[in-house]
């Protein structure tokens, strides 16, 4: 891409000194950084930025305030709400605030060999989505659903230390043990039947092990876009009761912080089912607007006339229901229910 100035806002210095290490990875990207409001205003005047990237721990009044800003100053300056990742989000952000292309259909299909293959001598998986090195426009996001990443890590190695913010993110635990640390104060171990969730929000660092014992940690890796922004960090995970997936689909996420599952700041309902073979079963939008992903862990099934097999993706919107039907012995299905906008 052409050279590009930003002006990064934020209130976070860990996370601004990291987006202005990656921004300025890329040749022709420079940064400036700014951790005070009240100088924002002088400062865009003064720079003459390309992007302004809105970072952590800024309030929605004050966002909306320097988009207006931007706006009026007729500068074709574009405006990013960044949601914290890394270099992992930042590329794809910014090219599709410059790109004016988009999917009119409302069916998507992601193969199993199409993703982006992970080959690491601790890491190896498949990418659904961009992320990382890894950008395809055609590959952003679905709605609110912006990674699926299908990891394996080594015993022993994984994730160090770092930064997210404004981001919900959930883990599930396929096989193995993962250890997982983060600066508000937490130790755990993931194992399968468990979920993990972070409300990364105003910003939050962490670390995913593989437990040392030798073997590998599979585990789910899934980033949706929040409803809400700038909210205080949190952490919650909860081991699943499989029993209730058999044949049918069990609530594992919602909004709703008293209702079945984890919950985010998203109107989003996660469902996972266990089938057998030939297994007929619907699947009922819970909020006008929604469409759903399907991700097909194991086995294979037919969604809505699509047939699919291990690993495939599949995001349909625009509809009522769905028809699901396993068509393999042990067919492990994950439904994602999100916003196409938010």
């Not at 030798?214 to 949706?224: A, D, E, P, T």
């Not at 995001?315 to 299905?333: C, F, M, P, R, V």
């Amino acid at each position: 891409m052409k050279s590009l100035n930003f002006l990064v806002i934020g209130k976070d210095q860990v996370i601004l000194d990291t987006l202005k290490r990656i921004i300025e990875k890329n040749e022709g990207w420079k940064a400036v950084l700014i951790n005070n409001e009240s100088l924002s205003r002088d400062a865009i005047r003064s720079y003459h930025s390309d992007i302004v990237l809105l970072s952590s721990g800024l309030q929605d009044a004050f966002e909306q305030e320097i988009k207006v800003f931007c706006g009026e100053l007729d500068q074709n300056i574009k405006v990013i709400e960044h949601y914290g990742g890394g270099s992992g989000l930042l590329l794809s952000e910014v090219e599709e605030c410059f790109s004016e292309t988009q999917n009119p259909g409302n069916r998507i299909l992601h193969k199993a060999d199409s993703r982006e293959k992970t080959a690491l001598d601790w890491l190896s998986g498949g990418k659904t989505f961009s992320f990382g090195d890894f950008y395809d426009p055609e590959r952003v996001h679905f709605g609110a659903l912006r990674v699926l990443n299908d990891d394996v890590i080594k015993s022993g190695k994984g994730f160090g230390t770092h930064p997210h913010d404004n981001m919900e993110i959930i883990s599930i635990a396929l096989e193995g043990t993962l250890i997982h640390e983060d600066n508000l104060g937490n130790r755990t171990e993931i194992k399968p039947g468990d979920i993990q969730v972070m409300s990364a929000g105003t910003g939050v660092m962490h670390s995913e092990f593989g437990k040392d014992e030798g073997g590998f940690g599979k585990f789910l890796q899934i980033w949706v876009y929040p409803k809400k922004r700038n909210v205080a960090p949190r952490y919650d995970q909860i081991t699943l009761d499989l029993t209730k997936s058999h044949n049918s689909f069990q609530q594992i996420l919602s909004p709703d912080p008293e209702d079945d599952g984890v919950w985010i700041y998203q109107d989003a309902w996660f469902h996972l089912g266990r089938f057998d073979h030939d297994i007929q079963t619907q699947y009922q939008i819970r909020k006008k607007g929604n469409g759903v992903y399907a991700f097909i862990i194991e086995g294979s099934a037919e969604i809505d006339g699509q047939k699919l097999d291990k690993r495939d993706g599949f995001g349909i919107y625009g509809i009522d229901d769905i028809s699901i039907k396993s068509t393999s012995e042990n067919t492990e299905i994950l439904l994602m229910e999100v916003p196409m906008a938010w």
